[in-house]
């Protein structure tokens, strides 16, 4: 079978992978964004050009706030931790959703992601963030 150019993964499930291992929802949050972290270092070989993540829906925000809280903090972390691996790779990171909901910080974090990388050629990683059907 012929590579898919763009592949889209919903992040999902975090929750029942932690309560399976019994362990907090954080966990499973955290081995979410580990499994992403692999998932993008591996597609520009298997000849995926376009990653794109469902990571936060509108309707997430419905979540108990400190599972809100948390979720924003380990985007935040991801881009803190990751971005200039990112670069270096040649990822081009692109966000969709409506930041204007989103906190300044993580705004200006979303937008340095997306100039710093802007040139770049090896894989596009587009990041669903605060987006949804009903909107
Ligand atoms: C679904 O699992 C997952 C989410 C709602 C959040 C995924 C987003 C992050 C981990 C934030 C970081 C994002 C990036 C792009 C670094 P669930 O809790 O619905 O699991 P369940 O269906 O098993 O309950």
Do not use: C
């Not at 079978?1 to 993964?9: E, G, L």
């Amino acid at each position: 079978m012929a590579t898919p150019a763009h592949v889209a993964i919903i992040m999902d499930g975090n929750g029942r992978w932690a309560k399976a291992r019994g362990m907090p929802r954080l966990a499973g949050h955290r081995a979410g964004v580990e499994a992403l972290r692999k998932t993008v270092r591996a597609a520009p070989g298997l000849g995926i050009s376009f990653l794109t993540v469902y990571a936060f829906s509108s309707e997430n925000w419905s979540r108990p706030k400190s599972e809100v809280s948390d979720l924003m903090g380990l985007l935040k972390l991801f881009i803190r931790r990751d971005l200039a691996e990112l670069h270096q790779n040649g990822v081009r990171v692109r966000i969709v959703g409506d930041r204007s909901g989103l906190q300044p910080d993580i705004r200006g974090l979303l937008q340095e992601a997306e100039s710093l990388t802007a040139g770049n050629e090896s894989l596009t990683l587009v990041i669903a963030f605060n987006y949804g059907g009903r909107d």
